[in-house]
């Protein structure tokens, strides 16, 4: 398809930012009875990045593509940093993206790496619906039309006398597995309060997989006395237990008691990225599209933990970009995404349709486009770069 200067459709000629709902206090409507009985109230709407959120629309001709949401600190960076080197590039071609020209010296880091992302989504987006093709079709075919999801329980309070009750119905829905966090009153108490909190939730959840998320808050003898609940318990993995790739983290890989050990959502740059790959320190990876560089790159570490003999679970925090990578791969090295049991309804409302959950599966790809379109609210863009 041609513009009307003759150019493909996909050559960016504007960026623009637009601004969307900050993220609501308090919980998401219409939880089911069992999870909301437990549920704590989220801690985003006192966090500016949630409160004041945005879209990013790369243009062509006659079609954009769209990532939200994102930050005010992450939409400057876009907009000083990445938008004019941005602007006459060709979406479908999204291996140059990398090469494009970019302003100012912070070019590493969480949220230039965040913006370089979303950045990176968009072109995604626009090379979708410019081609109406699924983005898993352009990252090389679509394996799978739905992709299994598991729980994560992180917004739950897994020592509140109903928990087992939310455990339960996380397994009765048909969820792949449940993860539950290792909160700090828990951790306090000591390993035996932890394998009596967990082996309750565990043997609730059936036969269903059981993992837990340390949010890395355990010091390092926490961790090791943790080990073997967590080896009876048959954890599927143990994420980030503490600080992933230091001093710690080594003497709990060399403790002797085998759990497998995940990581990876925070790996934003790629030398971080290698390290914790080929450097044996993790038995799981968990990338994330929208902090470590997109798509392109969150595929390559994936085929890279694959030939490694790792699989790779998607953090949750950019679902559909998740859904994309995940229906690319077969089940071996993306068995299942994160659905957030509390926070992803919340994410969800920025856009117009939103992800929906059915007996444990979501789809690959909402068709043409990396998501649907985002909702606006206001006529005009805050920021706009290019014509």
């Known amino acids: 398809m ?23 206090a308090g919980l998401p409507e219409d939880l089911p009875d069992a999870i909301a009985a437990v549920a704590v ?22 079609v954009s593509g769209w990532h939200a949401p994102v930050g005010e600190s992450v939409a400057r960076l876009v907009v000083d940093t990445l938008a004019d080197g941005l602007v006459g590039h060709d979406a479908a071609a999204p291996r140059k993206l990398v090469y494009r020209q970019r302003a100012g010296r912070h070019q590493h880091g969480a949220h230039a790496r965040q913006a370089a992302s979303a950045v990176e989504l968009a072109c995604w987006d626009l090379a979708s619906r410019a081609s109406d093709r699924s983005v898993p079709e ?21 020592a509140h006398p109903e928990a087992v009750k ?38 609730a959840a059936g036969e269903g997989r059981f993992m837990v998320d340390g949010l890395r808050r355990c010091r390092l003898d926490e961790a090791l006395t943790l080990l073997p609940v967590l080896a009876d318990l048959e954890v599927a993995f143990a994420e980030e237990l503490l600080e992933p790739g230091g001093f710690a983290w080594a003497q709990v890989r060399t403790a002797g008691v085998r759990v497998p050990m995940a990581a990876g959502e925070h790996a934003v740059d790629e030398h971080e990225q290698t390290r914790l790959l080929a450097g044996g320190v993790v038995d799981v990876w968990q990338t994330d599209p929208g902090w470590s560089g997109g798509l392109a790159r969150s595929l390559h570490t994936i085929e890279v933990a694959a030939d490694l003999g790792m699989a790779t679970f998607p953090h949750g925090d950019r679902l559909w970009a998740a859904l994309a990578l ?3 791969c077969c089940r071996d090295k993306v068995p299942a995404v994160e659905w957030h049991l509390t926070l992803e309804p919340l ?24 998501t649907p379109p985002p909702v606006i609210t206001s006529p005009l863009p805050v920021w706009a770069v290019g014509s």
């Open 2 to 24: 041609a513009g009307q200067d003759g150019g493909a459709v996909t050559v960016v000629r504007a960026v623009r930012v637009w601004p969307v709902a900050g993220q609501p």
């Open 41 to 62: 109230a989220p801690a985003g709407p006192s966090w500016p990045e949630h409160r004041a959120r945005f879209a990013i629309e790369v243009v062509g001709d006659g």
């Open 138 to 158: 352009l990252l090389g075919g679509t394996v799978r039309a739905r992709v299994p999801a598991y729980a994560s329980a992180l917004g739950l309070d897994p």
């Open 166 to 203: 939310a455990a339960a119905w996380i397994a009765d829905q048909g969820f792949w597995g449940q993860k539950w966090p290792l909160t700090k009153e828990v951790l306090r108490q000591g390993p035996r309060v932890v394998g009596r909190v967990l082996g309750a939730l565990r043997e």
């Open 326 to 328: 995940a229906g690319a």
């Open 347 to 370: 994410r969800q409302q920025v856009f117009a349709e939103a992800a929906v959950v059915e007996a444990g599966l979501l789809p690959s790809a909402p068709g043409a486009g990396l």
